[in-house]
């Protein structure tokens, strides 16, 4: 199983960036995730987030909603988001779940855990989940041998930026604007300030996310950041596609380029 500690230490031993990809679990369709996944792991992705599909995603843009739609009525539960982290993680890729907090609960702290682990997961990120109502899951995950994963955002405080660092045991998950998930014209220049605040807090790496849709952007980004990560943009072009063999060429040549520009950092 490759670690995130793993792939961290690669890339800075490579001078550039690790390149996160996030898809949801069930889309297009359940052996189509992984299909897809594995396609980007093939191009150059490092680290792959597969999404768990919820009714009310708080953090999501309208691509990712539409995708966890599919999702939902594809029939995807928890136990097909499992098999899809085993799938992926046979590609040697470091594999995480981005879940919102109440299917876990729902589903059980120390059970998620065991399972996630058991199917090859390194961890979780879990955007809704507060540092103050967190330590039974970092308890669980700890003890399943998982790594958790949280957000600080502009506008966190350097008091909130500590707080949640010290949750985190992967990365820090630096979100690049104040909004929903979603490719844009470009990064919010915020994001290159959160960064360096937030590494005055931590040794762990530093991703930024949301908003990052270009090979272009992934240089800018790497050029600060330990990680890229990237979900809309690869979503997108599998909405678009007319088959799932045109969506995953598609996000091969998007994810080919991507993985240039995190080694041109800028």
């Given amino acids: 199983m490759t670690t995130l500690q793993t792939v961290f230490a690669k890339a800075k031993a490579d001078n550039r960036a690790a390149l996160v990809a996030y898809l949801p679990a069930g889309f297009p369709t359940k052996d189509g995730a992984v299909a897809a996944a594995a396609a980007l792991v093939e191009a150059g ?18 691509t990712i ?22 799938g992926v993680a046979a590609t040697g890729a470091a594999t995480l779940v981005m879940t919102y907090w109440n299917p876990i609960d729902r589903y059980g702290a120390d059970r998620f855990a065991r399972d ?30 998982i790594d958790t994963v949280f957000l600080v955002a502009p506008s966190s405080t350097d008091e909130r930026i500590a707080a949640v660092a010290a949750c985190c045991t992967g990365f820090v998950y630096a979100a690049s604007l104040m909004g929903v998930t979603g490719a ?23 991703c930024v996310g949301l908003g ?16 890229v ?3 809309s943009a690869f979503i997108r072009r599998l909405l678009d596609a007319p088959d799932e063999a045109a969506g995953r060429a598609s996000i091969q040549k998007l994810a080919r380029d991507m993985a240039e520009g ?3 950092r800028g």
Avoid: F, K
């Avoid at 909603?65 to 085993?86: F, Y």
């Avoid at 682990?117 to 995950?141: F, H, K, Q, Y």
């Fill in 45 to 62: 992705c490092d680290v792959i987030e597969i999404g768990l599909p919820y009714s009310d995603p708080l953090m999501d843009g309208p």
């Fill in 65 to 86: 909603q539409d995708a966890v739609h599919r999702a939902l009525v594809n029939g995807t539960r928890i136990a097909d988001v499992l098999r899809t982290v085993e």
């Fill in 116 to 145: 996630l682990a058991n199917a090859g997961g390194v961890g979780t990120i879990t955007p809704d989940l507060t540092p103050e109502e967190s330590g039974p899951w970092r308890e669980a995950s700890a003890d399943a041998g």
């Fill in 184 to 206: 844009r014209e470009s990064v919010n220049v915020a994001a290159e300030g959160l960064v360096e605040r937030t590494r005055a807090h931590t040794d762990l790496p530093v």
């Fill in 212 to 227: 990052v849709g270009t090979g272009a952007q992934a240089a800018e980004v790497a050029r600060y950041a330990d990680g």
């Fill in 229 to 231: 990560i990237v979900g």
């Fill in 262 to 264: 995190v080694r041109a």
